[in-house]
């Protein structure tokens, strides 16, 4: 059974920057994809970003431009650079792994990915 486990996450002031990072327990042949999703509470979990196993990465609108996913294979492991953090970006941040491949999209549905981490807190204060 593969286990996803993050860390990192906390508490910071707006603007502020934090760094999560979240590591897959087995290493494999198989390519596969890492994404981050979020969860405000009263809210929808929310695609945050992915680093496909192509090399591409993706991101949410909310956070282009703001968020940076990066990976290192060797590690079995993917980073998210949080920068310029906002008050909504207050969530239980998730990391996701999937070995399918993605369509029309699908990187940013949460049922596209098979294993998930428990979560880790991440709050933005004002």
């Known amino acids: 059974q593969v286990q996803v486990m993050e860390s990192g996450g906390g508490l910071v002031q707006a603007g502020g920057s934090l760094g999560l990072s979240c590591v897959r327990s087995?290493?494999?042949?198989?390519?596969?994809?890492m994404a981050w999703f979020r969860q405000a509470p009263g809210k929808e979990r929310e695609f945050v970003a992915v680093s496909s196993w192509t090399g591409a990465t993706y991101y949410g609108k909310s956070v282009k431009d703001r968020f940076t996913i990066s990976r290192d294979s060797a590690k079995n492991t993917v980073y998210l650079q949080m920068n310029n953090l906002k008050p909504e970006d207050t969530a239980v941040y998730y990391c996701?792994?999937?070995?399918?491949?993605?369509?029309?999209?699908?990187?940013?549905?949460?049922?596209?990915?098979?294993?998930w981490g428990q979560g880790t807190q991440v709050t933005v204060s004002a």
């Open positions: 087995e290493p494999t042949y198989a390519s596969y994809s």
């Open positions: 996701a792994v999937t070995e399918r491949a993605f369509s029309n999209g699908s990187y940013t549905r949460d049922h596209s990915y098979e294993y």
